[in-house]
């Protein structure tokens, strides 16, 4: 039930058991799902496939008998259980990467933008420099999950695993090689302004001791600007390289 579970919200199957072993379909429907396991996911790819590509599933009521086999079953719960849940996961990079970033990287921006400007007082608790580097590290992680759902999406359209999707392709189309380039170029050379004030201020103290909860507060952001600039340029390099592939 909770592998069925997981399975209907990720990919919206209408199917309330992805394990039982009664299947019937047509052999025009097998080839188009395209199967590929090897192991007991198998049953669970069946469903995904045929879900994905919007293929008609019914399910009719059976009776079940109690198993009259004299050998012990050759089902291991966790084992098996790992097959499929691992199965869902790679074939939804929404769920593993896409939602999970795009968390990651709101939550980052907005309390690294608030930390920014000063510390941050919840109760007994102060936030300050330190938390402002932890959300400079959650900023970076979301970001790079969620270009991960996007190389996965494109990879898997490519393979034939996931049907092609509109919207995907019209972030394709204005997401240009030239476009990634000048978005990070930009995002690179704020960060590097940033960096270089902070620098200068080192410089009018004549290279001596800073204030760390000051300096920090340009350094940190700075840092993380220049690598999320960085990011988008090579990723926008890499796109283009499943472009190839996918054109």
């Given at each position: 039930?909770?592998?069925?579970?997981?399975?209907?919200?990720?990919?919206?199957?209408?199917?309330?058991?992805?394990?039982?072993?009664?299947?019937?379909?047509?052999?025009?429907?097998?080839?188009?799902?395209?199967?590929?396991?090897?192991?007991?996911?198998?049953?669970?790819?069946?469903?995904?496939?045929?879900?994905?590509?919007?293929?008609?599933?019914?399910?009719?009521?059976?009776?079940?008998?109690?198993?009259?086999?004299?050998?012990?079953?050759?089902?291991?719960?966790?084992?098996?259980?790992?097959?499929?849940?691992?199965?869902?996961?790679l074939l939804s990079p929404?769920?593993?990467?896409f939602y999970p970033g795009?968390?990651?990287?709101?939550?980052?921006?907005?309390?690294?933008?608030?930390?920014?400007?000063?510390?941050?007082?919840?109760?007994?608790?102060?936030?300050?420099?330190?938390?402002?580097?932890?959300?400079?590290?959650?900023?970076?992680?979301?970001y790079q999950l969620v270009?991960?759902?996007?190389?996965?999406?494109?990879?898997?359209?490519?393979?034939?695993?996931?049907?092609?999707?509109?919207?995907?392709?019209?972030?394709?189309?204005?997401?240009?090689?030239?476009?990634?380039?000048?978005?990070?170029?930009?995002?690179?050379?704020?960060?590097?302004?940033?960096?270089?004030?902070?620098?200068?201020?080192?410089?009018?103290?004549?290279?001596?001791?800073?204030?760390?909860?000051?300096?920090?507060?340009?350094?940190?952001?700075?840092?993380?600007?220049?690598?999320?600039?960085?990011?988008?340029?090579?990723?926008?390099?890499?796109?283009?390289?499943?472009?190839?592939?996918?054109?």
């Open positions: 039930p909770a592998l069925t579970t997981i399975g209907r919200l990720f990919f919206r199957a209408p199917a309330r058991d992805f394990h039982c072993g009664l299947r019937g379909f047509t052999r025009d429907a097998y080839e188009r799902m395209s199967l590929r396991t090897t192991g007991m996911e198998f049953a669970s790819e069946m469903v995904i496939k045929a879900s994905l590509k919007s293929m008609r599933i019914a399910e009719v009521p059976i009776v079940l008998h109690r198993d009259g086999r004299s050998r012990p079953p050759h089902l291991r719960s966790w084992r098996d259980g790992w097959r499929h849940l691992r199965f869902m996961l929404r769920w593993l990467f795009l968390v990651l990287f709101v939550a980052g921006l907005v309390f690294g933008g608030m930390l920014t400007f000063g510390p941050i007082t919840i109760g007994n608790a102060v936030l300050d420099i330190h938390s402002l580097l932890f959300s400079g590290f959650v900023t970076l992680l979301g270009i991960f759902a996007i190389f996965t999406k494109i990879f898997a359209i490519t393979q034939g695993l996931h049907p092609p999707n509109t919207a995907l392709h019209s972030f394709a189309r204005y997401s240009t090689l030239e476009a990634g380039l000048v978005f990070g170029g930009i995002v690179f050379l704020a960060g590097f302004a940033l960096f270089a004030s902070a620098a200068w201020s080192w410089r009018e103290v004549a290279f001596g001791a800073l204030n760390p909860r000051e300096t920090m507060r340009q350094v940190i952001p700075a840092v993380v600007m220049m690598t999320l600039g960085a990011q988008t340029i090579f990723s926008s390099f890499f796109l283009s390289i499943l472009g190839l592939f996918r054109k």
